[in-house]
């Protein structure tokens, strides 16, 4: 707390006559408002002057503030605009806010200081509408360019049935095609250089070395890659949207197609922050089991990566044994939950269902099996001449380069930064396991993959401790917002069912407040920024992926590389075209 | 031997009149290729079997398919077909076709006039013959060739080397 | 007359056994990456999906044959002729036993280089006749490919050629009666394998259809059997470099005990399931850097193994 106090202290210091508002949060996160023509001021003073300065712009978001009931007394306008920065030094947040009034609001630009507020300006503009002025090229991201209103705001319907129904006339029909128009101008590339006619290349939404639906103009010279521009959004579902209509615990579900290979990775920043919000204090048992599965579906989603990077490189066989060996996690995935990709397990408050009997022989077999076939895949992949020549200083970036364009996860420690949630904020008690943190050196195609490859061996370590340590007790708390509520407290009087009844229908009433929890998932840092109104719902869901930073950087680590690395680079960032989207 | 020989003369004079006339570069390249095919089954017929091996590797094989690489890189549009057609007016080629007509009418005097100048070769020379015949008697020509091929190559390398910037 | 039946024979055999072969080669493919892929493989259709290439077939030939409207369409349909018609014609010089063979040219050798050199045209029309720009590049890069690995193959077979005396295939195989070119050019046989798998465009040379990154190259808009006969030309080509092979280092048909046909088949064999193999362990390489490997490493191999048996054949006279 004297650490949030004191850099508040700074900010006043150096900007007297500013006034900064403390807001208090659940999550302890120091959070101040700037009046809206200081924030890049205080946003460059934070970023470049202050002592240990917060030199990652962790997530840059907005919310609509006029339906909120329980609204801070800072936000006295139509709009917030929520700037959330790291500091690696201090290992510590601050989440700077400002207020917007008005219908068409705007506000200065940051991406002349961090490179990476491009993409989530665009989004803000795309989703609230909010401009921002000096961006150089604000369109639409995440919806299409034909698109009318901004689906974040409040006053934009959420469902399809709110909307009318949908028709396509053929002029309707002509406008989007003609919207889908190439014109190399609109992406900031230019059609020829002084000694040559550039070639542009569509790579996807439909490519099969994309990995979902991704589009990427590539300008070509040659085969050398001049620009690549990323385009994205065709998978976009609205999860954020979504998040305000569900209830707290039917969104559960939802998180887990975010990221969609890392199954409960995705509920675990949710329920935690929820839990941080309700104040509910998770059982050891169902602490370890969380700790467990995510470990488990770590592995099946670095197993994907490792499968269809060495495919994008044009080795053949290793996606059949990665496969295999997830098919092996998957199984140990059901015999849990009862689903595979998606079990949807954690719960506010702890998990479903308690372990089934025998689960400790399922999950020693896999721990058996598994190192034997990782040393296997050592010798036929990381160690192979030609791998190597295809990725060794392929799409490299130094450690200052990924900072400032938000990368974390395996991309960040692959540059020589031992930085893991995990361990710098444990949560869910991982301070209670033994692993470390796999580091690389020189940040390039190659040493990311040196650093998923170990992250498999420490998590099969972490499992391993989780198998031998697995604490007896209660898989749920059985605090009366936990979800859903306990069947034995029931069926005692008409009070306790309908206590009962509420809880199953309706879901917790969260109590109001702010949260965002940090968890390391397998990409990368995801973080979920929950606003509670003292509702059944929330009233902002806020998603930070961590493949949205990492993809953007595609055009900077693939200049100058040839056409066949670009698939060697896009393997390498392991994303999930979901995960980008939401 | 002596029809296959005609039919193989016929396709090449042939191969050649399209490759000339075609406005689609590619298109011209495929009837150069088949044009130098038909010689090489002309020099087959004629018993040099060697030169007709090394008519399709060397030109066949290599030189057009460099040609319709350059071609490709070029990726010309409608635009360069149209310029193509304007060539083909009577003006353009009427003069070099004369010229040409001049040559072939001589061609055709020699031919019919001095009958031991395309008499049939006795046996098939054989790759042997050719290489004893480029070490042995033509050794100069073989050693300056190849010298002016080096000059050509070493000056390829240096106006195809890209300066470092 | 008994002989032109003979050779009427000869010729229908290699036409028909080379066909078929590609068809069992797609099973044998298929079957054995499955086993060192942890999987099953075709196994439905007849015993061990002995049939599946008849299936694939029926359909390959009863689906819609589309030409996209964009492509230059007498190109489009021509090209993948050329890559079956090709290597067909190269099986004409293969001797496979004594007396068997369809022709045994003086200059065998080169007429291969010949047939595989025009075989290059396939591709890179194809690439250039689909109109779009992944099978240009595809073709492009084909073309670049060829081009240069025709040359390290040619310099690699010198070698053979000098010690043979010869350009016959025919002659080639008798003269390793004592030992097989393999041992006495190893360098050579490393180097024409190099290329004919680039030739071949096999993993982990298959730029040109590199299907991470140019979607299937210069068959991007290839479908029902125009497709297949470049399908049918890769394996006629594997079938070819296999046999080739076989003729120019593992001594042919020369075996003892069993007929020669039996050795020459066995042998061939065993180098297609060695390609196989290979196929299913090795990533691809850059298109640079095969282009580096192949001016840097095996021009300057080829180019030494020429010198040094030539010195050895100079001073064995």
Redesign the interface.
């Known amino acids: 707390m004297t650490q949030n106090a004191s850099i508040v202290e700074d900010l006043r210091l150096r900007f007297p006559g500013t006034s900064f508002d403390p807001q208090s949060t659940r999550d302890d996160v120091p959070t101040v408002w700037v009046p809206s023509g200081k924030v890049r001021d205080v946003l460059r003073y934070l970023k470049n002057e202050v002592l240990r300065p917060y030199k990652m712009l962790f997530d840059l978001t907005a919310v609509d503030e006029r339906c909120r009931a329980d609204r801070p007394a800072q936000a006295t306008g139509d709009f917030s605009v929520v700037y959330h920065l790291l500091s690696l030094d201090r290992n510590s947040d601050i989440r700077v806010k400002t207020s917007l009034d008005g219908d068409a609001p705007s506000l200065a630009t940051i991406t002349n200081l961090w490179p990476c507020a491009d993409w989530y300006e665009r989004e803000v503009w795309d989703m609230f509408g909010i401009g921002f002025e000096g961006h150089s090229n604000l369109r639409r991201i995440l919806m299409p360019p034909t698109w009318e209103g901004h689906p974040l705001r409040k006053d934009h319907p959420a469902r399809a049935t709110e909307m009318g129904p949908f028709q396509l006339p053929d002029e309707k029909q002509a406008v989007e095609e003609e919207a889908l128009r190439f014109r190399p101008e609109e992406w900031g590339m230019k059609r020829e250089s002084e000694n040559s006619d550039f070639?542009f290349?569509?790579l996807g939404p439909q490519?099969?070395?994309t990995h979902g639906v991704l589009r990427v103009v590539l300008q070509l010279d040659g085969?050398r890659i001049v620009d690549a521009v990323a385009d994205i959004g065709y998978h976009h579902r609205g999860a954020e949207k979504m998040g305000e209509r569900q209830t707290w615990h039917t969104y559960i579900p939802y998180t887990d197609r975010i990221d969609y290979l890392g199954g409960v990775l995705n509920n675990m920043p949710y329920v935690l922050a929820i839990e941080k919000l309700a104040g509910i204090a998770v059982p050891d048992r169902a602490q370890v089991i969380r700790v467990m599965m995510c470990e488990l579906f770590r592995i099946a989603s670095h197993l994907v990566w490792f499968g269809t990077f060495?495919?994008?490189?044009?080795?053949?066989?290793p996606v059949?044994?990665a496969f295999?060996d997830r098919e092996r996690i998957l199984e140990i995935v059901q015999a849990f939950c009862g689903a595979r990709m998606h079990p949807s397990w954690f719960r506010i408050g702890g998990v479903a269902q308690d372990l089934p009997n025998g689960w400790d022989r399922l999950v020693r077999g896999f721990l058996d099996y598994m190192p034997s076939r990782l040393a296997e895949y050592d010798k036929?992949?990381m160690q192979?001449a030609?791998?190597k020549?295809?990725t060794v200083g392929i799409g490299d970036y130094t450690a200052d380069e990924a900072i400032e364009w938000g990368v974390t996860g395996p991309g960040l420690r692959a540059c020589g930064v031992e930085w893991d949630f995990r361990k710098k904020r444990p949560y869910s008690g991982y301070e209670r396991f033994q692993f470390d943190i796999p580091t690389a050196q020189h940040g390039d195609c190659y040493d990311r993959s040196v650093v998923r490859v170990e992250e498999m061996r420490q998590s099969l370590r972490i499992v391993e401790q989780c198998l031998k340590n697995m604490p007896s007790g209660p898989y749920k708390s059985d605090h009366p917002l936990a979800m859903p509520p306990v069947k034995d407290r029931t069926m005692h009087d008409i009070e306790t069912l309908i206590t009962h009844f509420l809880g199953v229908t309706w879901g917790p009433v969260i109590p109001a407040g702010e949260a965002a929890v940090i968890a390391e998932a397998s990409k990368g840092a995801n973080a979920y920024y929950l606003i509670s109104d003292g509702g059944t719902n929330s009233y902002r869901t806020r998603i930070r992926a961590p493949s949205f930073p990492h993809l953007q950087m595609l055009p900077k680590i693939s200049r100058g590389f040839?056409?066949?690395?670009?698939?060697a680079i896009l393997a390498c960032i392991d994303f999930v075209l979901a995960d980008v989207d939401r | 031997m002596t029809v296959i020989f005609y039919l193989s003369a016929i396709i090449a004079v042939a191969a050649t009149f399209l490759a000339i006339t075609r406005t689609n570069a590619v298109h011209a390249l495929l009837y150069l290729a088949v044009s130098l095919l038909a010689v090489a089954m002309v020099l087959f017929t004629l018993g040099a079997p060697f030169a007709a091996a090394l008519e399709i590797v060397i030109y066949a094989g290599a030189i057009v398919v460099l040609f319709v690489f350059v071609v490709m890189m070029l990726n010309q549009g409608t635009a360069t077909i149209r310029r193509e057609r304007a060539y083909l007016t009577p003006s353009m080629w009427i003069v070099p076709g004369l010229l040409t007509l001049v040559l072939f009418a001589e061609l055709v005097c020699v031919v019919a006039w001095v009958p031991e100048a395309a008499g049939a070769p006795a046996e098939a020379i054989g790759p042997k013959a050719v290489g004893m015949a480029l070490f042995g008697p033509y050794a100069i020509a073989v050693e300056m060739a190849s010298l002016l091929l080096l000059a050509g190559l070493i000056g390829a390398f240096h106006l195809g080397r890209r300066d470092e910037e | 007359m008994r002989e032109i039946v003979f050779h009427l024979l000869v010729v229908v055999c290699v036409l028909g056994g080379t066909l078929s072969m590609a068809g069992a080669l797609i099973w044998l493919e298929r079957r054995l990456?499955a086993l060192?892929?942890?999987?099953y493989g075709p196994n439905r259709v007849g015993p061990f999906g002995l049939f599946q290439p008849v299936a694939d077939a029926i359909k390959i030939f009863t689906k819609e044959d589309w030409i996209p409207p964009f492509a230059d369409r007498a190109v489009f349909v021509a090209a993948p002729a050329v890559i079956v018609v090709t290597v067909l014609m190269s099986f004409a010089v293969v001797p496979f036993a004594p007396g068997v063979w369809v022709a045994d040219l003086n200059v065998g050798l080169l007429f291969l280089f010949g047939m595989s050199s025009l075989g290059a045209y396939s591709l890179i029309l194809a690439g250039w006749a689909s109109n779009n720009?992944?099978s240009l590049?595809g073709g492009l890069r084909a073309a670049a490919q060829t081009i240069s690995y025709e040359v390290f193959m040619g310099l690699s077979l010198m070698g053979v050629v000098m010690l043979a005396g010869s350009f016959s295939l025919r002659a080639i195989v008798e003269a390793q009666q004592g030992v097989w070119f393999c041992v006495t050019q190893f360098p050579a046989l490393v180097v024409f394998l190099i290329a004919g798998l680039a030739e071949t465009h096999r993993?982990?040379f298959?730029?040109p259809e590199?299907?991470?990154?140019l979607?299937a190259g210069f068959h991007s808009e290839y479908s029902g059997m125009k497709f297949g006969m470049f399908f049918v030309g890769e394996y006629l080509a594997i079938t070819l470099l296999s046999a080739l092979a076989t003729v120019l280092f593992f001594g042919g048909w020369l075996g003892p005990v069993l007929p020669p046909l039996v050795w020459f088949v066995l042998k061939t064999g065993a180098l297609i399931c060695g390609i196989i193999l290979l196929?299913?362990?090795?990533?691809?390489?850059?298109?640079?850097?095969l282009m580096s490997l192949g001016w840097k490493i095996l021009l300057p191999v080829a180019l030494l193994n020429i010198v040094v048996t030539g010195a050895i054949a100079l001073l064995g006279k």
């Not at chain 1, 040839?562 to 698939?567: V, Y």
């Not at chain 3, 060192?36 to 999987?39: L, S």
């Open positions: 070639m290349l569509n490519h099969p070395g085969e060495a495919q994008d490189i044009g080795q053949m066989s059949f044994f295999n036929m992949v192979n030609i791998v020549a295809r040839m056409t066949a690395d670009i698939l | 990456l060192w892929q942890d999987r720009k992944y590049i993993l982990p298959d730029m590199a299907e991470s990154e979607v196929r299913a362990s090795l990533p691809r390489l850059r298109f640079d850097q």
